[in-house]
């Protein structure tokens, strides 16, 4: 049986992440109950070897495979190029689908660069996460020694978030890495862009993570977002992946 809370509280920002040990699934707050399962069930898989997309039903890989966690930003799954990238390099990609969840609206405006505050995105993408860590380790085409996680934007909530030791990296895309924290034993990559519009203030991930070991950052000249396509990143996450490998 799922276990359910309801959290009556304003979230905010520094809001700190739901321990794994809970092995939440959903979570009520102002009456909407957010059911994580869903994000899993229809989350779209990128195999190699395979021109076409793949769903948990459609899946058919006979051999441990290493596997990334790609944790799709505000708008949706985008992350294609990130997705082919990682297939490129003998990865499974795994992208859970956070609007198959019911009652999730989006959290932000692609035109005004902005966050509307009105989705409890710190606990809702975290726990995208870790429910679908869970689901991995029981999948036998899974090579449980090679997996980690990726997350652009709003996807890096997840990411940064996450205490789960089982992951060999944290790679964090256009996010700032502000409030909260994650376990400083996990190696982390980050990208930001020297301006990115939807970060502002909020500032580069390398400003925000404190004393943390096996941190690199990465910053992009420029204004952007979309950090896939420039060759430090490129570069970066392929050393990263290849240097965090087992």
């Not at 990411?159 to 909260?180: E, R």
């Not at 950052?217 to 050393?239: C, P, R, S, W």
């Amino acid at each position: 049986m799922k276990k359910i809370i309801s959290i009556y509280l304003i979230q905010i920002f520094f809001l700190l992440p739901i321990s794994a040990s809970e092995k939440l699934t959903s979570f009520s707050i102002g009456g909407v109950n957010y059911d994580v399962t869903h994000a899993w069930k229809k989350a779209k898989i990128i195999v190699p070897g395979s021109i076409f997309s793949k769903s948990l039903d459609t899946l058919d890989i006979k051999t441990p495979t290493p596997t990334i966690l790609l944790m799709h930003g505000c708008s949706g799954i985008y992350e294609e190029d990130w997705a082919g990238f990682f297939k490129s390099k003998g990865f499974v990609v795994v992208m859970p689908d956070s609007f198959a969840i019911p009652n999730r609206k989006s959290n932000c405006d692609p035109k005004t660069k902005k966050t509307f505050g009105n989705i409890p995105t710190q606990i809702l993408r975290n726990l995208e996460a870790e429910y679908a860590m869970t689901q991995l380790q029981t999948m036998d085409w899974v090579d449980k020694k090679n997996i980690f996680i990726m997350g652009h934007s709003e996807g890096g909530i997840a990411a940064w978030q996450t205490n789960d030791k089982k992951f060999n990296g944290i790679i964090v895309s256009s996010y700032h890495c502000y409030g909260g924290s994650t376990d400083s034993s996990i190696p982390i990559l980050a990208i930001n862009f020297e301006n990115d519009p939807w970060i502002g203030w909020y500032g580069h991930c390398k400003n925000n993570w404190g004393q943390r070991k096996n941190a690199t950052q990465i910053i992009l000249k420029g204004e952007g977002h979309n950090t896939f396509g420039y060759d430090e990143a490129m570069v970066g996450v392929n050393e990263f992946i290849k240097k965090y490998s087992k």
